[in-house]
């Protein structure tokens, strides 16, 4: 599994826009046969950064994720309303596909 992390620091005329602007990259990317997850979250501390983290299975599927056109098409649109270069973590996780349980910590009954 690949699983990549990008922060993103939005200009403040962007930052209540920022999902509808990235909606349908969104959609398109997450119906991408080899995307296990791609999810944003706003942080609490700074209303103006993003975070993205997302995983495809293997590389030919975030390769084919980076050579599409829904790919080319959000990066541009959130070239306009990036305050500074995104943050990446970018990790190849071998054997694992997607997201596994929490061995310390479980529902309490």
């Known amino acids: 599994m690949i699983f990549i992390a990008v922060r993103f620091t939005v200009r403040p005329e962007y930052a209540d826009e920022w999902l509808s602007l990235v909606g349908s990259f969104t959609e398109a990317t997450r119906a991408e046969p080899g995307n296990l997850f791609f999810d944003w979250s706003r942080s609490v501390d700074n209303p103006r950064m993003f975070t993205l983290l997302e995983a495809f299975a293997d590389d030919a599927a ?3 994720h980076v050579e599409s056109a829904h790919f080319k098409a959000g990066l541009e649109a959130m070239s306009a309303a990036i305050a500074e270069t995104p943050q990446i973590i970018n990790v ?4 694992q596909q997607g997201w596994g349980a929490m061995a ?3 529902p309490k009954p």
Do not use: F, R, Y
């Open 62 to 64: 975030g390769a084919a």
């Open 92 to 95: 190849n996780i071998p054997d």
């Open 104 to 106: 310390e910590l479980t």
